[in-house]
């Protein structure tokens, strides 16, 4: 007995002289057996004709060719109809247009109407017909099963005059299609050239000369072997033309989505001269019906693009494939059948020596290949040798080759759980009592189910470990499918659920699930896009739930704040579970409870509250009291007293005030608006200039007073026009203008100065002639409660809160601030803020929310 090694191995040389090897040989030969069969019943027998012709049709319509241009199709159409009445017309008619014709002097006329009874006018018509080289048509009609085919032929005046005679008959493959043309019908009695035929052979003789003559040596070949065959079109005049009735000359015809492209007239419009002569000279005329109810229409290899065909343009083609040399002929059945075996032996070897994969990929590129190398030949050779038998033969071995490689695989995968089952469990696990290990005896069959046993036992102890660490965790956990399906609910979730009535999450949809909740707001990293977010989320809710909505995946991954049912605030997340290969196996939904947290908020506010409010309250009522005692004559206090509580109210005053606006700024919602940035310097100025007055401090605003303030700006560069929140916006240029008139001199100047960058935005730098601050202190300038120039200038009053506000509510806004100061040469501070676009121009007024 082998050993499992060797059973496994996949080098079939370590088969060979052993039993094993035999019997791969044995399964190797009969499958190559199956492929040759399979290839000899699609080539021989035929079997595989529909696809065939699915697939050369597909190949055709990848190739437009050219059509040749010494082709005119003159077309019967519905506007000739309608000129001259119901058809059948006169001969008359039809005299009068051949020899409107020969007067531009054809190459030749091919008449594709029949003519088979005697009519009054048909002298008339025959010497119309003898005025060029006119070709009539034939009907050979099937009389039944072994009789004689019956030829109709055009009356006896007309048959005479034309240059040639030939059968128009068009044969459809068996699914209805017109593919190819025989070049000779008939019986063994009489054998009739196909009339494109007629014509293309009187060319090659010199009958009558195109201009520029289309012959190529390759059509001049052809055209000799079928001279040689029948060289005369009237088999009546050529005695040599009853053949072999087996040998019909046939090609297939190569058609294009260019069919109908040919130079194509009217038969009124030529009929009545209305067409110049240059147009027919030394071009064969194609004349054939067209109008709507008088043709036969047939189903071509092109007819998905263009239609049926008529029987005159195809009769057009098979003359352009003639005098082109473009015929495409089909490959003997035994070429075809000796070229499809070599795809199936480079098959059968490489199942000799290459992996699974890499067989596959060989199949691939077989396929390719014969169906590449049936393109070339069909466009470079006009050789039409089906792809489709090789394919199907490599097709149909490659999964029979298969079923034997998984057969090795069940006994690799046999092995493996085995040393599954010898391993140690990394979980922790009950004792194997005696009776358990008993459960591998048996035969061999009992054993493999015994380790498939274990293996899924030891699965299910792994799903345990998972269920129990999700139970674990003490929020709302769901998991679902990559549908958006939930799988899994922690005892977390189904407490959660349970508490507000609502069925339990497991088999329903994310999006259903969750859709009780109220979005609050949309969490994401930057806090100046906290509002837009919100609102795309608003628009799209609960659509938005679904984690199967690859658009929303970003904003759940940051997480929305909801609000359930009891009115408790949640943070609402999603992740994504992947594979070892990286790829979205599901999804896992996480619910954080954060109502404490907003109560801490709440608190916060509160003791905002209690700051602007309860504390403010004191100190004005003790700046009243000394303003009273101030007004009487004789005050009780002393006057230097009533100073200093009036500046430590004061102070306390200012202190609470620039916290209160701090914190207003850090964390409260801003209300965004289109103002003008000019305009709140202008506010902003007035409302310092009694203090830079009582210094003797100019401000400059930099501003036209003609500017309205209630309107945008004609110019919107000049306007400098931006989106914030006006109240917040005027604070800190208030305080920077503070700042700037506290630490200038008296008798200075304060610029204000204002520009605009698309680029960089709008921005406005206010320049002070000021003390100036070292560059040491500068990296501390917009901390809070750090003042500068405290000992050098202490009746500088402040909190030390201004710049720090002036740094909040500009970054929040998207701009930034930037300081330029030096000793004794005074300070510029530059605010950069975004400008206001168009879109942002039409919105109404819209919160911003904080951090």
């Keep these: 007995m082998l050993n499992t090694s060797t059973r496994l191995s996949l080098d079939p040389r370590a088969r060979l002289g052993r039993r094993a090897g035999r019997r791969f040989l044995i399964e190797w030969a009969a499958i190559g057996s199956l492929g040759l069969i399979v290839i000899l019943l699609c080539s021989i027998g035929r079997m595989s004709a529909s696809v065939d012709h699915l697939v050369y049709d597909h190949l055709l319509s990848w190739r437009a060719q050219p059509v040749l241009p010494d082709i005119v199709v003159l077309e019967i159409d519905n506007e000739s109809v309608a000129e001259l009445g119901r058809w059948p017309w006169p001969r008359s008619v039809h005299a009068k247009l051949l020899e409107q014709i020969a007067r531009a002097k054809p190459a030749a006329v091919v008449y594709d109407v029949l003519f088979t009874e005697p009519n009054a006018d048909d002298a008339a018509l025959a010497r119309a017909i003898a005025l060029s080289p006119t ?34 008959n068009l044969e459809v493959d068996s699914d209805g299609i017109v593919r190819s043309v025989a070049q000779f019908e008939g019986d063994a009695d009489a054998r009739w050239p196909q009339l494109m035929v007629t014509v293309a052979r009187a060319a090659q003789r010199g009958a009558f000369v195109l201009n520029p003559q289309p012959m190529n040596q390759a059509s001049a070949a052809r055209g000799d072997a079928s001279n040689d065959a029948n060289p005369d079109a009237n088999p009546d005049a050529n005695p040599d033309a009853n053949q072999d009735a087996s040998t019909d000359g046939r090609f297939l015809i190569p058609f294009s989505r260019n069919a109908q492209r040919y130079a194509k007239l009217s038969f009124a419009s030529v009929l009545a001269g209305d067409v110049p002569v240059d147009k027919l000279r030394g071009r064969i005329v194609v004349i054939g019906v067209t109008a709507s109810g008088l043709y036969d229409r047939f189903a071509t290899p092109v007819s998905g693009e263009l239609g049926p065909l008529p029987g005159v343009y195809i009769h057009a083609n ?12 089909p490959a003997a059945r035994w070429l075809l059948f000796a070229v499809s075996l070599v795809s199936l032996a480079a098959l059968l070897a490489g199942f000799l020596v290459l992996s699974p994969r890499r067989s596959l990929l060989l199949t691939g590129a077989l396929c390719v290949i014969a169906l590449t190398g049936s393109a070339v030949l069909l466009y470079g050779a006009r050789l039409w040798l089906s792809p489709v038998p090789a394919i199907i033969g490599v097709v149909v071995v490659y999964p029979i080759w298969n079923w034997r490689r998984l057969e090795m695989t069940m006994a690799y995968l046999r092995k493996e759980l085995q040393r599954l089952a010898d391993e140690p469990h990394l979980l922790p696990q009950t004792p194997q009592t005696p009776q358990r290990r008993r459960e591998f005896g048996g035969d061999v069959l009992e054993q493999h189910m015994a380790l498939m046993a274990q293996a899924a036992q030891r699965v299910q102890d792994m799903k345990r470990f998972v269920w129990d660490s999700l139970n674990s965790v003490p929020e709302p956990i769901l998991v679902s499918d990559v549908r958006g399906i939930v799988l899994i609910a922690n005892h977390a979730a189904k407490a959660h659920f349970a508490r507000l009535g609502a069925p339990m999450p497991e088999g329903r949809a994310m999006q259903a699930v969750l859709g009780g909740l109220t979005l609050v707001k949309a969490i994401d990293s930057g806090a100046a896009s906290d509002a837009d977010q919100t609102l795309f989320a608003r628009a799209h809710w609960p659509a938005l739930l679904d984690p199967a909505r690859s658009e929303f995946a970003a904003l759940m991954a940051q997480g929305v704040e909801v609000r359930d049912a009891d009115e408790r605030d949640h943070l609402l997340r999603y992740a994504n579970c992947t594979n070892a290969q990286g790829e979205t196996t599901g999804w896992i939904a996480g619910l954080v409870d954060v109502s404490a947290l907003h109560a801490a908020e709440r608190q916060r506010e509160d003791a905002l509250r209690l700051l602007s409010h309860d504390m403010r309250s004191p ?59 000019a305009e709140l310097m202008i506010d902003a100025s007035d409302e310092v200039w009694p203090q830079a007055h009582a210094k003797r401090i100019a401000l400059d605003t930099g501003t036209d007073s003609a500017t309205g303030r209630s309107g945008r700006d004609e110019n919107d560069n000049d306007g400098h026009w931006i989106c914030a929140d006006r109240s917040l916006m005027t604070r800190a240029l208030v305080n920077i203008l503070n700042n700037a008139v506290k630490y200038s001199p008296s008798d200075t100047r304060i610029a204000c100065e204002l520009s605009y960058v698309k680029s960089a935005g709008v921005s406005c730098t206010i320049r002070d002639e000021g003390y100036g601050i070292p560059e040491e202190q500068q990296a501390g300038l917009f901390e809070r409660f750090r003042r500068f120039h405290e000992t050098e200038r202490p009746d500088v009053g402040g909190a030390g809160l201004g710049m720090a506000f002036v740094k909040t509510v500009v970054t929040r806004h998207g701009g930034d601030v930037e300081v330029v100061s030096a000793p004794g ?5 530059t605010i950069r803020l975004p400008a206001l ?10 919160p911003l929310h904080g951090v």
């Design 837 to 846: 676009d168009d879109e942002q121009s039409e919105l109404p007024t819209r």
């Design 619 to 677: 100190q004005a009522s003790i700046l009243a009291l000394v303003e009273m005692e101030r007004a009487r004559e004789t005050p009780a206090l002393a006057r230097g007293v009533l100073e200093r509580i009036e500046r430590y109210a004061q102070r306390a005053l200012t202190l609470a005030d620039d916290f209160v606006q701090l914190a207003r700024a850090e964390s409260q919602t801003y209300m965004l608006e289109p103002v003008n940035l």
């Design 135 to 168: 070709y009539l048509p034939v009907l050979l009609e099937d009389a039944g099963r072994d009789a004689p085919r019956v030829v109709v032929e055009p009356v006896a005046p007309l048959a005479r005059a034309a240059a040639g005679l030939g059968h128009i």
């Design 318 to 329: 098979v003359l352009d494939t003639l005098l082109t040399g473009r015929q495409v002929l």
């Design 825 to 829: 040469r005074g300070t510029a501070v």
